[in-house]
């Protein structure tokens, strides 16, 4: 049972900084590439990040481009999201997902074979 849990989401002031971590367990599967989505309250889920099995890929929304940061580190099975200089348009629940046996990053959602519950992330103005 492959199972992936997101931690580090809080109420931060616009202008601070979250790291998101999402801890992947129970995986039956040799390679993943790793993706950030957020869902606020009346919207679609969209994407905010994906990164390569190897880590040597990167793709960010622009809405966060030159503020999120996207890492990984294997030995750890963990994926991690650098959220710096937040603003109040970020709020929203966070969810990391996983894309089994691929190495390329990639945005589409429907690509993702496994997600987590969500982690909320508020900013106040």
């Known amino acids: 049972q492959v199972q992936l849990v997101e931690s580090g989401g809080g109420l931060v002031q616009a202008g601070g900084s979250l790291r998101l971590s999402c801890a992947v367990s129970?995986?039956?599967?040799?390679?993943?590439?790793m993706g950030w989505f957020r869902q606020a309250p009346g919207k679609e889920r969209e994407f905010v990040a994906a990164i390569s099995w190897w880590g040597d890929s990167t793709m960010y929304a622009d809405s966060v481009k030159g503020r999120f940061t996207i890492s990984r580190d294997n030995a750890k099975n963990a994926v991690y999201l650098q959220m710096n200089s937040l603003k109040s348009e970020d709020t929203a629940a966070y969810y990391c997902?996983?894309?089994?046996?691929?190495?390329?990053?990639?945005?589409?959602?429907?690509?993702?074979?496994?997600w987590g519950q969500g982690t909320q992330v508020t900013v106040s103005s």
């Open positions: 129970g995986r039956a599967f040799t390679y993943y590439s």
């Open positions: 997902a996983a894309d089994r046996d691929a190495t390329i990053a990639t945005m589409n959602a429907k690509g993702y074979d496994y």
